[in-house]
């Protein structure tokens, strides 16, 4: 699974992912946007402790026109863990939708705390929140809610009921279906074991595995395209250096020269110091407005996946349910044909029996609420998703555009009037 079998363009989402329901989505006149429910900054980050026991803390302020929060202005002190607390939250508790990813924790730099670090992971910190904002499943959650309403007191006994509710730990989805596996048997879990992923596959419908399919290929070259954007922003400011060092070398070889030559070099040299800067200022534009954003887009891809793989998990358990009822009927059989067997035993097993296929009940529609859910999450995300990238390059193409112009225009100040920009003579 995840291996690039085929290439092209993506199957058609409105026939793959869209239900009847979603006629409004796929067709008739576009629709403005309705207005933003939240308006959320995260800012001020301030380091609190020392040594491995640092940690920063941010203000997340938040404008809202939600009914059911207790203002319309909150103000609250959320910390990373905070964040990754809510992330994990929204996952367990909204199995099938997409959930925005928070930005990666980084041991090195989070005890080094530079301020590139800080800058970068506040960013990632405030799309994450607004992503979850704008989300509108998303944005009703209780979890949601509390995060940027509830004061520090009460936030932390969210956390403690959290923890408890865990056992002391925080819940892994997925390591949440190994364990309801290891609670059918050993016999549900052989079952599972000798069936590979293609005999899970076989229970999917073909649309949702070309789905599948295209977002691994996808997170493939959105992680190609990114590295190649980080190179050749490492490139172009590479340009710079250069540029930089043969200006100074200009400079200098007009203190060996006089006149009007003398004023050439000099001229040229100032010029290039200015091209400089405007190099430097174009490739952090860059940073922010191309690869900032298409790593944000793998995490998201990465997010999808992460949904996915939870849904193969939750179909894994199914299938486990569904072969623990099939042994233990099979247990029950034997028990009812042997010669002066206990009562109790026969009784033991159809109770063990019917727990099992209540199992094979919870376990069937945890599954089907996540297909239902992913039918009309993943047509949101790929929408959303093409209009970003969209925007991206849009912005990527005006800004080396303008630099272009820019370094054009800067070169041509040093030609003589009467001089085109292919250095031939001007009109006589």
Same mark, same amino acid.
């Given at each position: 699974m @995840?291996?690039?079998?085929? %290439?092209g363009p993506p199957p058609p989402y409105e026939s793959v992912i869209m239900s009847d329901a979603d006629v409004s989505l796929r067709s008739g006149a576009p629709q403005d946007p309705p207005p933003p429910r939240f308006e959320i900054t995260v800012s001020d980050p301030i380091k609190q402790g020392e040594g491995v026991n640092a940690f920063m803390q941010y203000r997340v302020r938040t404008k809202t026109t939600m009914p059911h929060y207790h203002s319309t202005t909150l103000d609250v002190i959320r910390r990373y863990s905070d964040f990754a607390f809510? %992330?994990?939250?929204?996952?367990?508790?909204? &199995?099938?939708?997409?959930?925005?990813?928070?930005?990666?924790?980084?041991?090195?730099?989070?005890?080094? %705390?530079?301020? #590139?670090?800080?800058?970068? /992971?506040?960013?990632?910190?405030?799309?994450f929140i607004n992503r979850v904002g704008s989300h509108p499943a998303l944005a009703e959650s209780d979890d949601l809610r509390a995060f940027l309403e509830d004061n520090d007191g009460a936030w932390q006994i969210v956390l403690a009921r959290a923890n408890a509710e865990h056992g002391g730990g925080a819940k892994k989805t997925l390591a949440g279906a190994v364990a309801m596996m290891r609670e059918l048997g050993s016999s549900g879990l052989a079952l599972? #074991? $000798?069936?590979?992923? /293609? @005999?899970?596959?076989?229970?999917?419908?073909p649309d949702y595995l070309k789905v599948r399919e295209y977002i691994y290929q996808l997170e493939a070259h959105l992680s190609d395209v990114q590295k190649q954007a980080s190179r050749l922003i490492r490139k172009q400011e590479a340009l710079a250096a250069t540029l930089h060092d043969f200006g100074s070398s200009m400079i200098a070889l007009s203190k060996f020269e006089t006149g009007s030559l003398a004023a050439g070099f000099k001229t040229m040299g100032d010029k290039t110091e200015s091209l400089v800067r405007d190099a430097h200022e174009h490739n952090y534009t860059l940073t922010q407005t191309l690869d900032a954003p298409l790593k944000e887009f793998v995490r998201l891809v990465q997010s999808a996946k992460a949904t996915m793989a939870d849904r193969g998990a939750a179909l894994a358990a199914a299938q486990a349910a569904r072969g623990d009822v099939a042994h233990k009927r099979s247990k029950l059989t034997k028990l009812r044909g042997t010669p002066?067997? /206990?009562?109790?035993?026969?009784?033991?097993?159809?109770?063990?029996?019917?727990?099992?296929? &209540?199992? +094979?009940?919870?376990?069937?529609?945890? !599954?089907?609420?996540? +297909?239902? /859910? *992913? $039918?009309?999450?993943?047509?949101? !995300?790929? $929408?959303?998703?093409?209009?970003? *990238?969209?925007? +991206?390059?849009? $912005? !990527?193409?005006?800004?080396?555009?303008?630099?272009?112009?820019?370094?054009?225009?800067?070169?041509?100040?040093?030609?003589?009037?009467? +001089? @085109?920009?292919?250095?031939?003579?001007?009109?006589?």
């Open positions: @995840g291996t690039a079998s085929q %290439h809510l %992330h994990q939250r929204l996952f367990e508790q909204n &199995r099938g939708i997409i959930i925005p990813p928070i930005p990666e924790k980084n041991v090195v730099q989070k005890y080094q %705390h530079t301020a #590139g670090f800080l800058a970068k /992971r506040r960013a990632a910190l405030e799309k599972i #074991g $000798a069936s590979s992923t /293609r @005999g899970e596959d076989s229970e999917e419908s002066g067997i /206990r009562e109790n035993k026969v009784a033991d097993m159809e109770h063990e029996l019917n727990e099992a296929q &209540r199992r +094979v009940e919870v376990t069937q529609a945890t !599954f089907d609420q996540i +297909v239902a /859910r *992913m $039918a009309t999450d993943f047509a949101r !995300f790929q $929408a959303e998703r093409a209009d970003e *990238m969209a925007m +991206v390059l849009r $912005a !990527f193409a005006s800004a080396q555009a303008a630099a272009a112009a820019r370094a054009a225009e800067a070169w041509q100040s040093l030609l003589p009037p009467d +001089v @085109g920009a292919d250095g031939s003579g001007g009109a006589s």
